[in-house]
């Protein structure tokens, strides 16, 4: 369901669609989470709902970051991360653990959480 629809629509028609899945607490299948997990964009928004749905912390950092869909951002603001997530994240960065992000992902949570000002 998912790879369809990634496939045949627009982005911010597929933000719309998983903020509808988020709201309504749907279940997804294995597979689908599987197709979001691998799915890149440099879309915050996307990210940030992709994490929510997916219980991913990196993406829903990147999702606080972004200020154009104030309903994702405050999801991703109320959801709680700890220093010790953010330096997690860092150490999959530095050991080039892709396993469960990719390595755009890590490397962005890295450029907007710099170690001198990380959670805001």
């Known amino acids: 369901m998912i790879e ?3 496939k045949n629509n627009c982005e911010s028609d597929l933000i719309e669609w998983l903020k509808k ?3 309504n607490d749907t279940n997804i299948s294995e597979s689908d989470k599987i197709k979001l997990q691998d799915y890149e964009t440099a879309d915050y928004v996307l990210l940030g709902i992709i994490g929510l749905i997916l219980d991913n912390k990196a993406r829903i950092l990147l999702g606080k970051k ?3 869909d104030k309903e994702i951002q405050e999801k991703c603001k109320q959801y709680p991360i700890s220093q010790n997530d953010i330096a997690e ?3 999959k960065f530095l050991e080039d653990d892709f396993s ?3 390595e755009f ?3 962005k949570v ?3 959480y710099p170690k001198k000002n990380r959670i805001r």
Request: aromatic share 10%.
């Open 105 to 107: 992902i890590l490397r």
């Open 110 to 112: 890295m450029l907007e």
């Open 100 to 102: 469960e992000e990719s």
């Open 4 to 6: 369809t629809l990634i």
């Open 66 to 68: 972004q200020v154009y």
């Open 21 to 23: 899945l988020y709201t």
């Open 89 to 91: 994240i860092a150490n």
